[in-house]
């Protein structure tokens, strides 16, 4: 009696397998692109998001034993895997990846804190890193990595090179700035930097580029949805409800310049008193959780207000490098970095490769802007 295996069958027997990073099924993720049977042979194409997967191995053999355990008749089982080609090439940043753009509504919640840890932390993790400070403003990054003032960028074949601190390639407008000098910028003039530190700077092959935005939903947050492909944005809120309300602003306007917001991070949560260890809740309780909840927004996670945390700042040295791992405060921030990693990944898989705003058509985010 000969058996006829189907499609559904082979879908079905597959429908639990997840990917070991994201926590999603492939089916979810769209990861499962074609399955072909042949009698009794079997052969499934998972599309993996980089050829460079480390855990390819894993999602293979979960996929084979799936369909081995969930379809006993069938014969061979195989597997491919291929790598969708994610990288966006930009014309103005081929070789990078993934542009994540760190913004808040309000100043001081602690943006420039969370871009720089972030930074640190992804290359903890493996992976190529920049950090474009574009806070025009009040540029601390330099400062908070521990760049000495005299440590600037050089010029190689009429390009600019980034510094290297912690293994992040660091760009800030704090280099070029004369310390103390107020500067006033106007939309041409932020525009204008902005493009010289996309083009000018050798940015070479990242896995990611962090952008620390001045706080806000002004000029230079809109040049940057105009020129680049922006893999989506990454929100910093205290709970406090003032804030909350700007960062819901923040969310709206990279929404309507259709960037997705791959998450909110609530920093300054909450204290815990060195001497009785009793929580208390300063700025109020978990608001910019719920609010990530409501809209159905990754909430990423959550930081203490700590001294430790504003010291690390001040000398220069990131907490996350500055805390041990068994610290508290630093297993959170490894989450928040996985986590983040995370939903660029199901981004990636979900929808398609970003588009700078100025090669899309019309929207909600100032139109024609930097045109
Ligand atoms: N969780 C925290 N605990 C204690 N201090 C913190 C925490 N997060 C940030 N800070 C401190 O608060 C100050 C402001 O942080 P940061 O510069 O990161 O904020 P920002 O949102 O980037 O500000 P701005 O909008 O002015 O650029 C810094 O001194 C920083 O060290």
Partial sequence: MSTTITTDQVRHS??????????????????????AIDGVNVTVTVELTTAACPLKSTIESDCRQAVTNGIPEAGAVTINL??????????????????????????????????????????????????????????????????????????????????????VHVISIGFFLEEESPVIWRAPMVHAALKQFIEDVN??????????????????????????????????????DMALLDAKKAVSMFQACSVEVLGIVEN??????????HQSYLFGEKGARKYADERKIPFLGDLPL?????????????????????????????????????????RNQTKPAPQPLSAQSASGCGGGHGH
Avoid at 18 to 24: A, L, M, S, V
Avoid at 142 to 159: E, N, Q, S, W, Y
Avoid at 268 to 277: A, D, F, K, N
């Fill in 14 to 35: 597959l429908s639990q397998v997840k990917d070991p990073e994201i926590g999603k099924t492939l089916l979810e993720l769209g990861m499962i692109k074609d399955i």
């Fill in 82 to 167: 291929t790598a969708r080609d994610q990288e966006t090439p930009s014309e103005l940043l081929p070789g990078v990846k993934n542009i994540i753009a760190v913004g808040s509504g309000k100043g001081g919640v602690g943006k420039s804190t969370v871009s720089a840890n972030l930074a640190v932390a992804l290359t903890r993790l493996g992976h190529k890193v920049g950090l474009l400070d574009m806070d025009f403003y009040g540029p601390s990054i330099p400062a908070m990595l521990g760049i000495a003032p005299d440590h600037k960028p050089t010029v190689k074949d009429d390009r600019i090179i980034p510094v290297e601190k912690h293994g």
């Fill in 203 to 240: 940015w070479g092959e990242l896995d990611y580029l962090i952008l620390d935005l001045p706080p806000g939903t002004g000029d230079i947050q809109l040049s940057m949805v105009h020129m680049l492909p922006v893999t989506g944005a990454l929100i910093v809120s205290t709970p406090q």
């Fill in 268 to 277: 300054m949560s909450y204290h815990i008193c060195p001497q009785c260890q």
């Fill in 306 to 346: 700590e001294f430790q945390v504003r010291e690390a700042g001040d000398e220069g040295n990131p907490f996350y490098l500055a805390l041990d791992e068994e610290n508290h405060i630093h297993n959170k921030f490894h989450r928040i970095a996985t986590n983040l990693k995370a939903s660029v990944d199901v």
